[in-house]
């Protein structure tokens, strides 16, 4: 029995199986450009290593399937802890989101398992983890992307998102 490196993108048009044990992060893909501001200064406090630790902590996104070249498909496992916030943000392509596992708050709506939602390039959205947590799958007819945010102040978003995750864990419900 042969074994392949699930970790690498396939061509198109081919039979792909891909596991979960093999998935890389999202980050070591490379298929997310860094993030850009879309306000001056917005990010002009920078991230202390606490922050950072915290906010690693509380997410988990692999890429278990990605097809090479333009417009091949992608797909992203996200695991994020009880409350955890995302800043509001778009990317440069579509995305289609299933929830699996636990719920999130997007506005007034809560959704949870068997629910998910659409967004077209360049809409702008934030939503934060319920309080068992969330895991989404995350689908795109792309492979490179990038992660433009919306927030005026990065500094306040990372404080919020941090109280969030905290409160979640003393067991208060995030609504």
């Given amino acids: 029995m042969s074994t392949t490196n699930h970790s690498r993108p396939v061509p198109p048009g081919k039979l792909a199986i891909f596991t979960a044990d093999a998935a890389p992060t999202l980050e070591e893909t490379g298929m997310m450009d ?47 802890a009880p409350g955890y916030t995302l800043p509001r943000h778009s990317h440069s392509s579509d995305c289609l989101y299933y ?18 939602f659409f967004l077209p390039a360049e809409q702008p959205y934030a939503y934060h983890a ?10 795109r007819h792309e492979n490179d992307f990038d992660m433009k945010v919306y927030e005026k102040d990065m500094a306040q978003y990372r404080s919020r998102a ?14």
Avoid: C, H, N, W
């Avoid at 319920?130 to 689908?139: H, M, R, S």
């Avoid at 109280?163 to 995030?174: D, F, L, N, P, R």
């Fill in 130 to 139: 319920g309080p068992d947590g969330v895991k989404l799958l995350e689908f």
């Fill in 34 to 80: 860094a993030m850009t501001f879309t306000e001056d200064g917005a990010d002009d406090t920078p991230i202390s290593t606490d922050e950072l630790e915290q906010l690693q902590a509380g997410a988990r996104l692999t890429v278990p399937f990605r097809q090479e070249g333009p417009g091949g498909f992608s797909l992203v496992s996200i695991d994020f």
């Fill in 99 to 116: 929830i699996v596992e636990g719920s999130i708050v997007m506005g007034r709506r809560k959704l949870g398992p068997g629910d998910g």
């Fill in 162 to 175: 941090i109280e969030s995750m905290q409160s979640a864990k003393g067991g208060s419900a995030e609504s």
